[in-house]
């Protein structure tokens, strides 16, 4: 009974003992720890890579995001609709703007309309003084659809559109003499139908709609009530969804007049957006390959560093082999080491990586833009390749007798 006890306890005592994760992760860092120099340039190598592919994923990335906004201030998702020219003339329903705005994809609709008026400086000039302007009858939400913007003054709101009151093109406010409106001086007035009207802004360069620089714009109640204006709109501005902007299009005529959708003529969407999509469908496979060719340079050096690692420490090894550790634990813990240098070289490299991309970006004043899969597929790629880089060494650290680890050693 005592020699079977006695066996059985040496068994006991044979048997290695099982680590715990933290227990392996500590041992994987002891190398780390003991040769910060050596780890911190096998990283180094890592973190580049990393680093890299951050950079030309992201400044390649931070400027087409601000190429898009530049592409999508010249109108790529805004269209026009116009009655055809015809004899007699047609004209555009009362309603076609409220209809317009039912189409789902569309976010904006606003029109004008002519008002067939004169306008003058005052009432001393004479018809020989016609200033080639014209006055539209204009919807209050106008601006936000065409992308206008005023340069002194306000434009036309609920508490001003009834009145006789008038906002001024960047060329009508040259040609009548109202460059701006200044706050404190007294407001000019201009004579439109023998009637006067008090000039409360001046737009700035409307790009878009160059006819809206040479127009006098009315509220669209005041040209109802002054300028006999019937309410049927002659240009309907509207903005949609760049993705849906073709399908608008299509349905446009039918939508703003049901019972002669031939009569509406609707533009073709902006050059600029053909350019937008060649634009987004651009991506620059060789600032990829050069990223790889960096994280593999730095899991090459990682690997490298381990092999070495293993020699330096095979007295380490033997002795840990004596003390009960079996092949798996020494291949864990060289394989965590592995891993840990890949990680922090990841991390390193993301961090150098964003900080570079968001300097050059907002140095070529640039929204900075960080594609999170590229952070991510980075980091990841990094674990994995110090996994690969690992393997090798981690084997032939575990293949090492005690024996033989300490006879070399």
Known sequence: MTTTSTRSAARGAARPVR????????LGMLGVRTRKMRAALSALGISIGIATLIVVTGIPASSQKALMR????????MLQAVPAHQDPPVLLPPESVDMTRRIGPVTAASAVANTHAEVLRND????????GLTVLASRTDLLRTINAEVGSGRFL?????RFPTAVLGSVAA???GVPRITPGQSTPQIYIDQQWFTV???LEKTPLSPDIDRSVLVGWDAARTLLK????????YLKAKESRIEAVRDVLPRTINPELPGVVQVSRPSDALAAKRATESTFSALFLGLAGVALLVGGIGVANTMVISVLERRREIGLRRALGANRGQIRAQFLTESVVLSALGGLAGTV??????IAYATHQHWPPVIPLTSVTAGFGGAILIGMLAGVYPSIRAARLTPTEALATA
């Open 19 to 26: 680590l715990a994760p933290l227990d392996i992760l500590g």
């Open 70 to 77: 530049e592409l999508s201030a010249l109108g790529t998702n």
């Open 124 to 131: 001393r000039q004479g018809e020989a003084d016609y200033t």
């Open 157 to 161: 709101g609920a508490n001003t559109e």
């Open 174 to 176: 040259s040609r009548l």
């Open 200 to 202: 409360i802004g001046v």
């Open 229 to 236: 204006f019937d309410g049927h709109p002659t240009v309907i």
């Open 352 to 357: 150098l990586g964003t900080l570079a991309t």
